[in-house]
């Protein structure tokens, strides 16, 4: 059973990709992109061109496919058919969290904070996706180890400041109001 795919990317004309590509890099693209669930084809020949510094939006209705296009450039799903590629590589068979390394990850649309850690903390957690220390030299606190441990506490206190956030980075997650944790 196929399923129309009313998703829609909203970019510029195929002219104006064109001389975007030309100005810009393309940094992610799908081509052919197919995702099958038995009988069901959630996603069908679906292509995206996303360029350095483009803002591009995938809508369409419930159930037109677009959390499955997200599932297979983020490594959850499986590709059935077609390409994604990042940066020129193509990322099929690549694990979540090594797509995540290479700079593109997602988020959901529930709220998952660690509710006994602070806001910063919170903030921090998340950066260790990208963090180079390991386990031992966590448990040993090496100097590069509390070296980048530094670095990613200041990157989150920035990221907070910038989202205005900055006065709750000492409160627990649990008791942030549901606005603040939607941020």
């Given at each position: 059973?196929?399923?129309?795919?009313?998703?829609?990317?909203?970019?510029?004309?195929?002219?104006?990709?064109?001389?975007?590509?030309?100005?810009?890099?393309v940094?992610?693209q799908?081509?052919?992109?197919?995702?099958?669930?038995?009988?069901?084809i959630?996603?069908?020949?679906?292509?995206?061109?996303?360029?350095?510094?483009?803002?591009?939006?995938?809508?369409?209705?419930?159930g037109?496919?677009?959390?499955?296009?997200?599932?297979?450039?983020?490594?959850?799903?499986?590709?059935?058919g077609?390409?994604?590629?990042?940066?020129?590589?193509?990322?099929?068979?690549?694990?979540?969290?090594?797509?995540?390394?290479?700079?593109?990850?997602?988020?959901?649309?529930?709220?998952?904070l660690?509710?006994?850690?602070?806001?910063?903390?919170?903030?921090?957690?998340?950066?260790?996706?990208?963090?180079?220390?390991?386990?031992?030299?966590?448990?040993?606190?090496?100097?590069g180890?509390?070296?980048?441990?530094?670095?990613?506490k200041?990157?989150?206190?920035?990221?907070?400041?910038?989202?205005?956030?900055?006065?709750?980075?000492?409160?627990?997650a649990k008791?942030?109001?549901?606005?603040?944790k939607?941020?």
């Amino acid at each position: 059973m196929a399923k129309d795919n009313n998703m829609k990317t909203i970019i510029k004309s195929e002219q104006e990709n064109k001389e975007t590509d030309k100005i810009n890099k393309v940094l992610l693209q799908t081509t052919k992109l197919t995702k099958k669930f038995g009988g069901l084809i959630a996603v069908n020949n679906f292509d995206l061109k996303v360029s350095q510094g483009q803002i591009s939006s995938l809508i369409g209705p419930n159930g037109a496919g677009k959390t499955t296009v997200f599932n297979v450039v983020t490594g959850i799903y499986k590709a059935d058919g077609g390409k994604v590629i990042f940066k020129g590589e193509d990322l099929a068979g690549k694990k979540p969290h090594q797509i995540i390394k290479k700079g593109i990850a997602r988020t959901f649309q529930n709220i998952r904070l660690f509710s006994n850690i602070t806001c910063l903390e919170n903030v921090m957690a998340g950066q260790h996706c990208r963090s180079n220390e390991g386990t031992w030299t966590s448990i040993l606190q090496t100097p590069g180890q509390k070296k980048e441990e530094l670095e990613i506490k200041k990157n989150a206190e920035n990221r907070l400041k910038q989202v205005g956030l900055w006065k709750y980075r000492d409160e627990l997650a649990k008791i942030l109001p549901m606005v603040i944790k939607e941020c």
